[in-house]
């Protein structure tokens, strides 16, 4: 059974700093790509970072790129998302999402996690 595990989430004043854990399990972890997204109440969910595991390219969305940083632990099948300089508008619950051969999609995905919430206070 395929597993990801997300944590690290909490409440945090704006300027502050996190780091997200994305834990799979059951995976065959080289051949997928792994993505974190989010979702604010009352707001559509989006892509904010990417990685791919068999050669660990990045990606970012423009309102993420210099303030979050994707990585991988590739032992411990991990994910990580380091979030800095946190603004009120971060304030979301966080998903990772996996996808066997490319990079997950909002709508193209083959396994999502359970979310971990992230709320910046100002």
């Known amino acids: 059974e395929v597993q990801l595990q997300a944590s690290g989430g909490g409440l945090v004043q704006a300027g502050g700093s996190l780091r997200l854990s994305c834990v799979a399990s059951?995976?065959?972890?080289?051949?997928?790509?792994i993505g974190w997204f989010r979702q604010a109440p009352g707001k559509e969910r989006e892509g904010v970072s990417w990685?791919?595991?068999?050669?660990?390219?990045?990606y970012y969305a423009d309102s993420v790129r210099g303030r979050f940083t994707i990585s991988s632990d590739n032992a411990k099948e991990t994910v990580y998302l380091q979030v800095n300089n946190l603004r009120s508008e971060d304030t979301a619950t966080y998903y990772c999402?996996?996808?066997?051969?490319?990079?997950?999609?909002?709508?193209?995905?083959?396994?999502w996690g359970q979310g971990t919430q992230v709320t910046v206070s100002s």
């Open positions: 999402a996996a996808k066997w051969g490319r990079l997950p999609e909002i709508d193209d995905t083959d396994y």
């Open positions: 059951g995976l065959a972890w080289g051949d997928y790509g």
């Open positions: 990685i791919t595991n068999n050669d660990g390219s990045k």
